[in-house]
């Protein structure tokens, strides 16, 4: 994989991997109407990350390489 390719994915976990961080911290205070959203959230977020993982073995890319 080439270097601009792998950047780019390592971009992007890293924003999953904030956004998971920061759903978390708003789920521990957020109001009872607000869980819901917040957990339909996080696990969008983690299903996003095993696709990636699904994927990234599909293709042969070592996950360790991309962040995974």
Same mark, same amino acid.
Request: aromatic share 6%; glycine share 4%; proline share 3%.
């Given at each position: #994989?080439?270097k601009? =390719?792998?950047?780019?994915? &390592?971009?992007? *976990?890293? =924003?999953?991997?904030? !956004? *998971?961080?920061? *759903? &978390?911290?708003r789920? !521990?205070?957020?109001?009872?109407?607000? @869980?819901? +959203?917040?957990? /339909?959230?996080?696990?969008? +977020?983690?299903? #996003?990350?095993?696709? @990636?993982? !699904? =994927? /990234?073995?599909?293709f042969?890319?070592?996950?360790?390489?991309?962040? @995974?």
């Open positions: #994989m080439d601009k =390719s792998i950047e780019f994915i &390592q971009d992007v *976990l890293i =924003s999953i991997h904030e !956004n *998971l961080h920061e *759903l &978390q911290e789920k !521990n205070f957020a109001a009872p109407e607000e @869980l819901t +959203y917040i957990e /339909a959230k996080i696990m969008a +977020y983690n299903e #996003m990350i095993a696709i @990636l993982k !699904n =994927s /990234a073995e599909e042969g890319i070592p996950k360790e390489e991309i962040g @995974l």
